[in-house]
Structures are given as structure tokens and as C-alpha cells.
């Protein structure tokens, strides 16, 4: 393989590694450890960890190395008060603007998620279901939300971990209600009704809502959760 596919590999290995968790939040990244795994000079593996950086994947650290972006408490009280805003927008807009082309990979991207939910594991639904939210950002194509919509997903993405790991009959129902607003947030969209899209949005973030408290202990984030329970995407 060449070198630039290498460089490819690892940074799309990264990315999942660090969606999933199997690359825990705050965890150090050992350079010379992934240069040797990867077959790969120092150099294009920092240009890796840069662009991850700028990307909101990894954080990186004068006279120390990389580590995986962490979620801390300010994290996690700024993705409660910045989610229900930018993903309400995010849904509007792509049913607004999205064109047929992506339509049809959004319906793909949902084939793909219910496959998961059937047969795979949880780090498959997880990315299965961020590939879902990513095409609603490309259909909404605006160049001052994209990044921090971007962004907010790289957190939900490992947040919501827990919510695809059901472990009673309730979260598993709510996984296939999940999979069943999936398909109404792509009817809405492709019917250009950025009004259901937006409640719809509200919809879905009700439902993961509880399970994304679960994971975060709100009762030390100081956030008025109620009041937040606003569009955004399980």
C-alpha cells in the first residue's frame, strides 16, 4: 500500500477509534506506536493528527503530544447549550436545500443503519447513524454551521455509545423509534417541509435525550436540561 493510502487508513482508522471510544476521550496518542503500526514516517502522522486537530478530533499540545479531544464538564455543558440550536437549523435548511442526489444517499445511509441495528455491533450503529446526521449537514450546505455541526457530532457520536448498547426493553424500543424517525426526517426533507424536518429534529433528540443524561450525569453540568430538549439528532 502506498504511502498516501497509509496516511488514509489511519486517519479514517482515527476517526472511527475516536467516535466509537475504542480511543477513550482525554486518551494520549502514541506517535511513534501508530507510525510503526501504520508503516509510517513521522511526518505525514503529524499531518494526520493536524488535520484531526482542525477537525475537533484531537487536541494538540505544546511540548506534549496528541491526546484524543477529551469531554469534560465545560465540553459537555456547551454541547447541551449548543445542540438543540445547530441541529434545528441543520434539518431546516437540508430540507430546504438538499438535492436529489443526496436524497438518495440519505436513503442509503438510513439502509444502512437499519442493517446495523439488525446485525451489528454498537460501534457499527453509532457510525452508521453519524453517516446518517453527516448527509443532513451536506444537505444543509451552509459554510458557518457545517464546522460546529461537525463538531457537535464528534461528541455525540461517542455519547450516544450508550444509547445504541440498549439493556432493557424500553432503550431497545427507543432504537427502533429511532430508525422509524430516521425514515420521517428523510420523507419531510424530501417533501421540502423544513418545518416537520425542525420537529422532527425536536423529536429526535427527546428520544436519545434521556440515555445521552445518562451517560453525562447532567446533575453536575448545571444546565437546565428541560429547557434544552430541543432538536437534535439521536
Same mark, same amino acid.
Given at each position: 500500500?502506498?504511502?498516501?493510502?497509509?496516511?488514509?487508513?489511519?486517519?479514517?482508522?482515527?476517526?472511527?477509534?475516536?467516535?466509537?471510544?475504542?480511543? !477513550?476521550?482525554?486518551?494520549?496518542?502514541? =506517535?511513534?506506536?501508530?507510525?510503526?503500526?501504520?508503516?509510517?514516517?513521522?511526518?505525514? %502522522? +503529524?499531518? %494526520?493528527?493536524?488535520?484531526?486537530?482542525?477537525?475537533?478530533?484531537?487536541?494538540?499540545?505544546? #511540548?506534549?503530544?496528541? &491526546?484524543?479531544?477529551?469531554?469534560?464538564?465545560?465540553?459537555?455543558?456547551?454541547?447541551?447549550?449548543?445542540?438543540?440550536?445547530?441541529?434545528?437549523?441543520?434539518?431546516?435548511?437540508?430540507?430546504?436545500?438538499?438535492?436529489?442526489? !443526496?436524497i438518495q444517499a440519505l436513503r /442509503?445511509? !438510513?439502509?444502512?443503519?437499519?442493517?446495523?441495528?439488525?446485525? *451489528?455491533?454498537?460501534?457499527?450503529?453509532?457510525?452508521?447513524? #453519524?453517516?446518517?446526521?453527516e448527509i443532513t449537514g451536506e444537505?444543509? *450546505? #451552509?459554510?458557518?454551521?457545517?464546522?460546529?455541526?461537525?463538531?457537535?457530532?464528534?461528541?455525540? /457520536?461517542?455519547?450516544?455509545?450508550?444509547f445504541y448498547r440498549p439493556e432493557?426493553?424500553?432503550?431497545?424500543? #427507543? %432504537?427502533? =423509534?429511532?430508525?422509524? !424517525?430516521?425514515?420521517?426526517?428523510?420523507?419531510?426533507?424530501?417533501? &421540502?417541509?423544513? *418545518?416537520?424536518?425542525?420537529?422532527?429534529?425536536?423529536?429526535?433528540?427527546?428520544?436519545? +435525550?434521556?440515555?445521552? =443524561?445518562?451517560?453525562?450525569?447532567?446533575?453536575?453540568?448545571?444546565?437546565?436540561?428541560?429547557?434544552?430538549?430541543?432538536?437534535?439528532?439521536?
Amino acid at each position: 500500500m502506498a504511502a498516501k493510502d497509509r496516511k488514509s487508513t489511519l486517519a479514517t482508522h482515527l476517526k472511527h477509534a475516536i467516535l466509537t471510544t475504542a480511543r !477513550q476521550p482525554g486518551a494520549d496518542l502514541d =506517535e511513534a506506536a501508530i507510525c510503526a503500526e501504520f508503516d509510517l514516517s513521522r511526518t505525514p %502522522v +503529524r499531518e %494526520v493528527f493536524r488535520e484531526l486537530a482542525g477537525l475537533g478530533y484531537v487536541d494538540l499540545r505544546d #511540548n506534549r503530544g496528541p &491526546r484524543v479531544a477529551d469531554l469534560s464538564h465545560t465540553t459537555l455543558r456547551d454541547f447541551f447549550l449548543a445542540a438543540p440550536m445547530i441541529y434545528g437549523a441543520i434539518l431546516r435548511l437540508a430540507a430546504r436545500n438538499a438535492t436529489d442526489m !443526496q436524497i438518495q444517499a440519505l436513503r /442509503a445511509a !438510513q439502509d444502512r443503519f437499519r442493517a446495523a441495528l439488525r446485525d *451489528g455491533s454498537t460501534p457499527d450503529r453509532t457510525l452508521a447513524n #453519524n453517516r446518517f446526521h453527516e448527509i443532513t449537514g451536506e444537505m444543509a *450546505g #451552509n459554510i458557518y454551521l457545517l464546522p460546529s455541526f461537525h463538531r457537535l457530532l464528534i461528541d455525540h /457520536a461517542r455519547i450516544s455509545m450508550t444509547f445504541y448498547r440498549p439493556e432493557n426493553a424500553t432503550m431497545a424500543d #427507543n %432504537v427502533a =423509534e429511532a430508525s422509524r !424517525q430516521h425514515d420521517a426526517i428523510i420523507e419531510a426533507i424530501a417533501a &421540502r417541509d423544513e *418545518g416537520a424536518a425542525a420537529g422532527l429534529a425536536e423529536e429526535h433528540w427527546n428520544l436519545s +435525550r434521556h440515555e445521552i =443524561e445518562r451517560f453525562v450525569m447532567p446533575t453536575a453540568l448545571d444546565v437546565p436540561m428541560g429547557r434544552l430538549s430541543r432538536s437534535s439528532p439521536a
